[in-house]
Every structure is written in structure tokens, then in C-alpha cells.
């Protein structure tokens, strides 16, 4: 089913940050979230996801630098 993937960025001391959030769609059609649920009518509370999954965090992205909290505290 969807989920709102979390991407985040690693810096050089170690903290972790966000810095995008998209939904990214499953595609299937018995998932009422999904730009490709079925159009047709059909009992969808009873057929079709209705939530999306948990978020996911996905590290994308390496930064040669420190956090921005840690460079305020140099």
C-alpha cells in the first residue's frame, strides 16, 4: 500500500535530518490512496486499503559537513 517515504541526509557527525517528504504510491488498485484504485464502482471500505502504510525513512543523501546544530555549537 502507500506510505510516506521520509528522506534523509547523514552528516559527518553522525546526526541524521530530514529533508523531503513524498508519498509514494503503491500502484494497486484495491489501495483507495493509489492514483490507480479502481475507478469502477465496487464496495470499497470492505475491498480497498484505506490508510497509508507507516512512514518510511530512506537515507538518500551524505553531507561532508556537520549538522547545522553542531556547527551553532563550534
Partial sequence: MC???VLCRRY???HVQVYERH???CNKRDCAI???HNPDEHEC???CAQRLKP???LLTDGANS???TCLAQQ
Fill in 3 to 5: 506510505f510516506t517515504a
Fill in 12 to 14: 559527518t557527525c553522525q
Fill in 23 to 25: 508519498k509514494a504510491d
Fill in 34 to 36: 493509489s492514483r490507480s
Fill in 45 to 47: 471500505l470492505a475491498t
Fill in 55 to 57: 512512514e518510511r525513512q
Fill in 66 to 68: 556537520v549538522c547545522d
